[in-house]
T-cell receptor, first 111, second 117 residues
Framework: RKEVEQDPGPFNVPEGATVAFNCTYSNSASQSFFWYRQDCRKEPKLLMSVYSSGNEDGRFTAQLNRASQYISLLIRDSKLSDSATYLCVVRASGGSYIPTFGRGTSLIVHP | GAVVSQHPSWVICKSGTSVKIECRSLDFQATTMFWYRQFPKQSLMLMATSNEGSKATYEQGVEKDKFLINHASLTLSTLTVTSAHPEDSSFYIC?????????????FGDGTRLSIL
């Protein structure tokens, strides 16, 4: 089993739709979780950290389920500009704190 | 805040050339920087973890003598691709984390697109 797994998609949704991605992780000692967004041929940009209690930033909601070892990202009222690849990042405690990236989920929002 | 600058953004060189890529944290000190490589339509692959004042930690399969990493200060890490060949053509991205708190997210440079002819 890969350390961090994501459905590569693509998720093809109309503008205004609500879409959700999951990301599962295998290391139960994982402590830090993040969602990044990567546009084509660009560097990843931090979208949001994921906190244990769940957190929201505008149209974006991130949640953590430690029992089932996954994090989720919910995007409401999708915009064309939301089209990108969404990467989840998981980092375990201890050691050198090297983060592990998922392969990313591709989202395409169409008119 | 937390801006990471990477230079150059695009390099086209002949085979056999050595290419140096710089990664700078502009408004924070970065004890640890990471170097990644990404091939088209593939995920980021961690190449090495660069620690200020010490040797870099390379991932399995990454040649230390091929990809030289120097992290001489808290704001600068460099990656040198020595004697580059066409198969080294890729998108190289660095990232840095502010401070020593492992809960802090990484911030990425703009990336360097390397093309070896």
């Amino acid at each position: 089993r890969k350390e961090v797994e994501q459905d590569p998609g693509p998720f093809n949704v109309p503008e205004g739709a609500t879409v959700a991605f999951n990301c599962t992780y295998s290391n139960s000692a994982s402590q830090s979780f993040f969602w990044y967004r990567q546009d084509c041929r660009k560097e990843p940009k931090l979208l949001m950290s994921v906190y244990s209690s769940g957190n929201e930033d505008g149209r974006f909601t991130a949640q953590l389920n430690r029992a089932s070892q996954y994090i989720s990202l919910l995007i409401r009222d999708s915009k064309l500009s939301d089209s990108a690849t969404y990467l989840c990042v998981v980092r375990a405690s201890g050691g050198s704190y090297i983060p592990t990236f998922g392969r990313g989920t591709s989202l395409i929002v169409h008119p | 805040g937390a801006v990471v600058s990477q230079h150059p953004s695009w390099v086209i060189c002949k085979s056999g050339t050595s290419v140096k890529i710089e990664c700078r944290s502009l408004d924070f000190q970065a004890t640890t920087m990471f170097w990644y490589r990404q091939f088209p339509k593939q995920s980021l692959m961690l190449m090495a973890t660069s620690n200020e004042g010490s040797k870099a930690t390379y991932e399995q399969g990454v040649e230390k003598d091929k990809f030289l990493i120097n992290h001489a200060s808290l704001t600068l890490s460099t990656l040198t691709v020595t004697s580059a060949h066409p198969e080294d053509s890729s998108f190289y991205i660095c990232s840095a984390r502010a401070g020593s708190d492992s809960n802090q997210p990484q911030h990425f440079g703009d990336g360097t697109r390397l093309s070896i002819l």
